[in-house]
């Protein structure tokens, strides 16, 4: 493909509008290190409608090549390779990577996520910006959560920068968008999870729950008795950039927990935060699974 004005190149520049993508059900993924993933979950679990790569592009990776050619062998997607002029116009990147790969929507119920009997979700309460909801997936990926919950009025997921910022990690875990999150902490609690909310105002400190959870492992004596026990099922919630968690947020959860500052930083955002808190947890949780 060479003709950046084509109809086709049209269509797929189009989904970088939220409306196109909620009426097709599609959305761009964009780069080589998210094409490789979708393309390998895609062997697994079909989620990839189209394919546009440059020349350039196959040369510099072979593992995307390779991937490449067993979707082309199976004839399930549409790949097409397609010069830098034209994946510039499909792409709002201001630097395109060589590769678009067209999937289709993967978010997937709440009741199917409890279903499954998580240990650790990450939820993101009206979480707004593309890089800070990217950075609490690929949190959540890295410390090995079950999946990830936007709320009403969070960030779009399948915004082209929010798929750029989670490196990936998207294709990795089970997402759910748009839940209303009293019914999600009603259902998660009845599922047998403890709901956490993170707060810089806590009355729970982070230090002192891991010590605990630490010293419980190691089989201690007279292990402090503190409120939480952080190897249990849990759902943090993680609030919004600017505001936090509101306090009718905050009410649902069974404890605040605050990740203390040592030095003199205001506060932590919302990615730094959630990083934390999930590896606090996820560590906890593997002492617990060996003991």
Same mark, same amino acid.
């Given at each position: ?54 020349? %350039? ?27 830098? %002029? ?154 919004? %950039? ?6 009718? %947020? ?42």
């Amino acid at each position: 493909m060479s003709n950046p004005r084509a109809d086709r190149v049209k269509d797929v520049a189009g989904l970088a509008g939220r409306s196109a993508r909620s009426k097709r059900g599609l959305f761009l993924a964009e780069g080589p290190q998210n094409a490789r993933e979708a393309l390998a979950r895609h062997l697994a679990q079909p989620c990839v409608d189209a394919v546009y790569v440059t020349e %350039e592009a196959l040369d510099h990776h072979p593992d995307i090549a390779a991937l490449l050619e067993r979707v082309v062998a199976d004839r399930s997607v549409f790949v097409r390779l397609a010069t830098r %002029e034209v994946l510039g116009a499909m792409s709002d990147a201001v630097t395109p990577q060589g590769v678009v790969v067209v999937c289709r929507a993967l978010d997937v119920p709440v009741a199917d996520v409890l279903a499954a009997r998580p240990r650790l979700l990450a939820v993101l309460a009206r979480v707004q910006d593309p890089g800070n909801a990217g950075t609490v997936l690929r949190a959540a990926d890295a410390a090995g959560a079950d999946a990830v919950v936007l709320t009403a009025g969070s960030v779009d997921l399948y915004n082209p920068k929010t798929v750029r910022s989670t490196a990936g990690s998207l294709f990795h875990l089970p997402v759910t968008v748009g839940a209303d999150l009293p019914e999600l902490v009603a259902a998660a609690r009845s599922a047998g999870c403890g709901i956490l909310a993170a707060d810089g105002y806590g009355a729970l400190d982070l230090d002192r729950l891991q010590d605990a959870s630490a010293a419980r492992a190691a089989g201690a004596p007279d292990v402090e008795d503190v409120a939480y026990d952080l190897a249990r099922p849990t759902v943090w919630l993680f609030g919004n %950039e600017a505001r936090g968690l509101s306090e009718a %947020e905050k009410e649902l959860a069974d404890h605040r927990v605050a990740v203390p500052v040592h030095g003199r930083a205001e506060s932590l955002n919302v990615g730094t935060a959630a990083t934390v808190c999930l590896y606090a947890s996820a560590r906890a949780q593997r002492r617990g699974a060996d003991r």
